[in-house]
């Protein structure tokens, strides 16, 4: 059009790029664009329509939004495509504190979408910029949820109205950071604790922690060079956490995973141990009452760990071997069962009394609701386990 190229700029807004000239001007037009907004392509068209005159620069977003603006008119607007939905790949479940069930999505959706069990309904809230959700945390009354990319952590308030931007909102960005991921979620008295995976090649998660309260974020970096941080868990003034030696896109730097103490009054490692020479990513991890952990690791086996004595109790077969440390769920029932999922498109229960596994089906993730009742996701889909018999 006219000798010009358009095309969305995160820090500009929509720019023209003059070819003669080789310059680039923004429009007039106050809209902002991001990776979303401004991702799934920009052409220029006749709309044939006497409010939109000559050519107009259209594009559309990545969550089904539709843009335009005329050069002549300096008119620019961002409208809503009625365009039918399609299955996604449900990515974590979580139980909020309200009861609702908290589903965690793939690839690109950005749909926060939570499931209400007394009411047996879906609640789907507008796309926002969010993509796949790995993990979730409850903290006095709210929701804290990690997102890739750049290791972003959410803040969401289930009493207040939903308004993408400001509920949920943005607490935590780690992307100058290079990290990507964040797989350990954890309450750390008032505060939240977080570990993550690094970007492609970035052999080396990191650490820290949000307060809520004063908004303060503490990043103690990378505490285990080589190694990310998946899995965190609490008991009393000391947080445990289960680390991964694979590295995305390049190849492992130490040699196994690691069970690591760190004390919460003096915000300190502790210690830190090889859990076993063959074990390469602790992928989840629970407490039991006593202070014992429980550690679901990719090779299949669900570990009873003993953090005073720092040794294993015993080892439990759970599922085969190679599930993705990205794709797990452990939950303690109040009766002591450990619930979970590998990563191997199994789910499973464990009664701790002797050690018996039982096989509850096909399944990538697990939670259980306020009544103890177990809820599956199975690629696209949620299902209920009504009895377990």
């Not at 000239?21 to 068209?45: E, I, N, T, Y």
């Amino acid at each position: 059009m006219y000798g010009q190229v358009f095309l969305p700029s995160l820090e500009d807004g929509l720019v023209s790029f003059d070819l003669s000239a080789r310059r680039a001007r923004s429009v007039d037009w106050a809209q902002p664009f991001d990776g979303v907004l401004g991702g799934a392509g920009v052409h220029v068209m006749d709309l044939e329509s006497d409010a939109w005159p000559g050519q107009s620069v259209v594009g559309a977003g990545r969550r089904g939004e539709l843009w335009r603006w005329n050069p002549t008119t300096c008119r620019g607007e961002v409208l809503e495509a009625e365009i039918p939905t399609t299955p996604v790949k449900i990515r974590s479940l979580h139980t909020g504190p309200d009861g609702m069930i908290d589903i965690g999505l793939s690839y690109n959706a950005g749909t926060m979408v939570r499931f209400d069990p007394v009411g047996d309904r879906f609640v789907r809230h507008r796309p926002g910029t969010t993509s796949q959700t790995h993990s979730h945390l409850n903290l006095d009354g709210k929701i804290y949820f990690g997102t890739y990319s750049k290791a972003v952590l959410h803040e969401y308030d289930p009493a207040a109205p939903y308004d993408f931007g400001r509920n949920p909102r943005v607490v935590v960005s780690l992307g100058e950071q290079r990290q990507d991921r964040i797989f350990g979620l954890a309450a750390a008295g008032h505060r939240v604790a977080f570990g993550t995976l690094g970007r492609r090649g970035q052999a080396s998660g990191r650490f820290g922690f949000f307060d809520p309260g004063t908004g303060h974020v503490e990043d103690h970096g990378e505490i285990l060079p080589g190694h990310s941080i998946n899995a965190l868990w609490v008991h009393g003034w000391t947080l445990y956490g289960g680390t991964s030696v694979d590295t995305p896109g390049a190849p492992p730097v130490e040699p196994a995973a690691l069970v690591f103490a760190w004390d919460l009054e003096t915000d300190r490692l502790l210690w830190s141990e090889t859990l076993s020479d063959d074990v390469a990513t602790i992928a989840n991890m629970v407490g039991s009452a006593d202070g014992g952990l429980w550690l679901l690791t990719t090779q299949g086996t669900l570990v009873e760990y003993d953090p005073a004595r720092r040794r294993t109790v015993r080892s439990i077969d759970v599922a085969p071997p190679g599930g993705h440390h990205g794709l797990s769920s452990l939950v303690l029932a109040p009766d002591g069962c450990v619930y979970g999922a590998a990563g191997s498109e199994r789910v499973f229960a464990v009664d701790p009394s002797d050690g018996a596994v039982r096989d509850l089906g096909p399944g990538d993730h697990i939670t259980l609701d306020r009544a103890g009742t177990p809820y599956v996701s199975r690629n696209a889909e949620l299902g209920r386990i009504a009895a377990l018999g």
